[in-house]
């Protein structure tokens, strides 16, 4: 787990650190002290932008490792016969009405909360971003095998007594099937 998680902070400064630094062919650049912006607008694949926005309404604020172990939830959904087979059908699972999805019936609970999900706090966007694409990279932390389930420590949900607790990041407790 050391090891993991030393790399995973290394890979994260590393997207970081540089005042000049080309990172797939977009380029960052330092502002302010600690404060990095795109220089142009990155595109994103609608299923990319999935799993960022997942990060971010669900994981923003936490510590990055907490997000990066949200991103790698939603990816062991994709991975397992259990769930959809994509990103955006991982986080858009849940309970619909005339096709629209039933409040706080979702898999992910910010896709039907009922709040808009526009992403108004940039630092928590382009931390979201590099939580992702490590992600996306194929990173996982360790103990994260058959991890395909999380909540926040302040609820409480039903199917969480049938589930094995694995761990906690932050305010977030993940879990396994028994």
């Not at 309404?57 to 397992?80: D, N, T």
């Not at 979702?106 to 966007?125: I, P, Q």
Request: hydrophobic letters at 40%.
């Amino acid at each position: 787990m050391r090891i993991l998680t030393i790399l995973v902070c290394l890979l994260a400064t590393a997207f970081s650190v540089a005042h000049q630094t080309s990172v797939a062919s977009h380029d960052y650049y330092l502002v302010e002290e600690d404060s990095l912006y795109y220089s142009e607008v990155e595109e994103w694949t609608e299923q990319e932008q999935c799993l960022i926005e997942t990060i971010y309404f669900e994981a923003r604020g936490e510590p990055f490792l907490g997000q990066v172990g949200v991103g790698v939830v939603v990816m062991r959904r994709v991975q397992s016969n259990k769930f959809p087979d994509n990103i955006c059908d991982v986080v858009r699972d849940g309970v619909y009405w005339k096709g629209n999805p039933v409040r706080n019936r979702c898999a992910f609970s910010y896709f039907c909360d009922g709040k808009s999900e526009t992403m108004l706090d940039e630092e928590g966007y382009f931390t979201a971003i590099e939580a992702a694409k490590l992600v996306l990279m194929g990173i996982v932390l360790d103990n994260m095998e058959n991890v395909v389930y999380y909540h926040a420590t302040y609820v409480n949900p039903s199917w969480a007594k049938h589930k094995k607790r694995a761990f906690q990041i932050g305010k977030h407790i993940f879990y396994k099937e028994k």
